[in-house]
């Protein structure tokens, strides 16, 4: 019997009630090992079938893993935590990926990939394979928006077959237990700046005849979700730094007096909208702080050299203090514009020119306000504990 020690490969195959495919893949599966001489096993990651399909992996020579809680990711993340092997290669037990040409994955990951990605558009998609929402839409878009956010230089962001160094996967800690597992894999790699690679694979219609587990819309949502969730630049810092901007330089001009541009006039109507949309940039700012401080001390996001040396020049006092600040020449101007009206007796005022200087007011304030709050909360983010990693303790 092989030791454990000695295993370079595990095939690892997440299985719920998959009896009708699981000898298939299993047998080819081990099929590969003994043709290319690799030493090997099949684990069976198994999410609670009631298929027998358990009595039907151990009797062709699989390791069955139980997966107590449900989910593909939680199958999965089963099966790496007792695969023995060196590497392990996952993909799905419906028999839809090729286990008999598993070469270029093993080739890759010995010449020292951390993870190696197969890619179905390049390698080839038989007909009826996949749904044309997910060929033409769903995984085109979603590769994009990966690529874009992450840069992981691959070109297939969801292809189920993959090989990875066992113990590199590992030390991510990866914790979804869904089918955004899948996504998760590979964000993870990029921000870890794990060498990622990518090799040709192609799919087929599974042979299963009930139908599968994924839900194309909602699973699609999940994964765009959770890499928004996973860059926070592109979810709040882009956008919301654009409205700030733009609103802000906006009340700023206006302020000053109205503005035509050809036929168009830009007043004090504008500059409501305008301080709206400041708000909300401000907003969306303040949110990508908080979520900044919040994954990098639970360690969903890796801390880089730049923001721990920003972090090293915050504190919560200087967070109150810009607030204060802002807040205080909110109210200044408050007090000028009721001097002024006080100098009137109280009287009418232009209507104009009592809103074009209550909105900066008003927006000083509010802005203010919530920058004193957002750092009185950011201070209790920050608290030291006794379960922080030394790095992760930020004076505040």
């Given at each position: 019997m092989t030791e454990t020690r000695d295993i370079e490969l595990t095939i690892l195959m997440p299985c719920l009630n998959e009896a009708e495919t699981l000898e298939t893949c299993v047998r080819k599966a081990?099929?590969?090992?003994?043709r290319t001489g690799i030493s090997g096993e099949v684990v069976v990651a198994d999410n609670g079938s009631t298929d027998g399909s358990q009595a039907i992996a151990t009797g062709l020579g699989a390791r069955v893993v139980p997966a107590s809680r449900r989910g593909y990711g939680a199958a999965l993340l089963a099966?790496?935590?007792q695969a023995h092997g060196t590497y392990t290669i996952m993909g799905d037990a419906d028999d839809s990926y090729d286990f008999t040409r598993l070469e270029p994955f093993v080739e890759r990951l010995r010449t020292g990939s951390d993870l190696v990605m197969g890619n179905r558009f390049a390698g080839g998609i038989e007909p009826g394979a996949m749904p044309p929402l997910h060929k033409y839409l769903g995984n085109p878009v979603l590769s994009f928006i990966g690529q874009l956010f992450f840069r992981p230089g691959i070109g297939d962001f969801h292809c189920g077959l993959r090989g990875f160094n066992t113990e590199r996967i590992?030390?991510?800690?990866?914790?979804?237990?869904?089918?955004?597992?899948?996504?998760?894999?590979?964000?993870?790699?990029?921000?870890?700046?794990?060498?990622?690679?990518?090799?040709?694979t192609t799919l087929k219609k599974d042979g299963r005849s009930r139908p599968p587990h994924l839900r194309s819309w909602h699973d699609g949502w999940r994964h765009l979700r959770f890499l928004l969730l996973f860059a926070p630049r592109w979810l709040f810092v882009y956008p919301g730094l654009f409205a700030f901007l733009l609103g802000a330089l906006t009340v700023g001009i206006l302020?000053?007096?109205?503005?035509?541009?050809?036929?168009?006039?830009?007043?004090?109507?504008?500059?409501?909208?305008?301080?709206?949309l400041c708000i909300l940039g401000f907003q969306a700012l303040l949110f990508f702080w908080l979520t900044k401080l919040y994954a990098t001390q639970e360690g969903f996001l890796p801390t880089s050299e730049r923001y721990r040396r920003i972090m090293s020049r915050w504190t919560t006092e200087r967070g109150?203090?810009?607030?204060?600040?802002?807040?205080?020449?909110?109210v200044?101007?408050?007090?000028?514009?009721?001097?002024?009206?006080?100098?009137l007796g109280f009287g009418q005022q232009d209507a104009v020119d009592v809103i074009r200087v209550a909105i900066p007011s008003s927006?000083?304030?509010?802005?203010?306000?919530?920058?004193?709050?957002?750092?009185?909360?950011?201070?209790?983010?920050?608290v030291p504990r006794q379960d922080m990693e030394p790095e992760a303790v930020i004076e505040s």
């Open positions: 081990k099929g590969f090992l003994d099966g790496i935590d590992r030390a991510l800690s990866l914790k979804t237990t869904g089918m955004e597992f899948a996504s998760e894999m590979v964000v993870r790699s990029s921000l870890a700046r794990y060498r990622i690679d990518e090799v040709p302020s000053f007096g109205g503005v035509r541009i050809g036929q168009i006039g830009f007043d004090v109507t504008t500059m409501v909208y305008a301080s709206a109150l203090l810009a607030g204060t600040v802002l807040f205080l020449l909110g200044v101007l408050g007090v000028v514009q009721v001097s002024q009206w006080a100098a927006l000083g304030i509010i802005l203010g306000f919530q920058t004193i709050m957002m750092s009185f909360f950011s201070g209790v983010l920050t």
